[in-house]
């Protein structure tokens, strides 16, 4: 019996500390899985917030897509208005310009060339030679009087600039 006693001896003393040591483990063991799930909550909501940050920034770069597409088309609208706008005018000088011309020189060159000018057979020079050689003796004469003329005007000009 001694061996009894003495065993019932130690169990009183390791008896609280067996089922310390248990109920620890226990305890940690369900405390282990509460910081686990918690975790996995913790990490979930996270998920959620980054999927939500995810689709607002999509729909505000959508946004913003639709925005600048919306300038680009009034900004090509308004320059294709000015493109018609000077075409028109384009046109319309020209005519004026082709009208001009043929009222002031009733030898006007047309639209479009019916045919090529007439050459001497022989030489393949046109046939009124001197009249082009008149003619550009004739331009530079008007070319020199002009440059006469600008430089008279220049001075007159400078002699007003430095009047003030």
């Not at 061996?3 to 003393?13: C, D, G, H, R, T």
């Not at 910081?35 to 607002?56: F, I, P, W």
């Not at 028109?88 to 479009?112: F, K, W």
Request: charged fraction near 25%; aromatic fraction near 6%.
């Amino acid at each position: 019996m001694l061996q009894w006693e003495a065993i019932k001896a130690v169990l009183k003393v390791i008896w609280p500390l067996l089922v310390l040591i248990v109920v620890f483990l226990f305890g940690h063991r369900l405390g282990y899985v509460s910081a686990s799930r918690a975790h996995d909550k913790y990490v979930a909501h996270q998920a959620e917030l980054a999927a939500d940050a995810a689709k607002e920034a999509a729909e505000r770069v959508a946004q913003i897509e639709q925005q600048h597409a919306i300038e680009a088309k009034e900004i090509e609208d308004a320059l294709q208005a000015k493109l018609d706008t000077a075409t028109a005018s384009a046109r319309s000088l020209s005519e004026r310009l082709r009208h001009y011309q043929t009222r002031r020189c009733p030898t006007a060159v047309p639209q479009t060339p019916s045919a090529a000018p007439v050459t001497d057979a022989g030489t393949g020079v046109p046939e009124d030679g001197g009249a082009v050689g008149e003619a550009t003796d004739a331009h530079f004469a008007a070319c020199a009087r002009d440059a006469e003329r600008l430089a008279k005007w220049q001075k007159w000009y400078n002699g007003l600039l430095d009047e003030k």
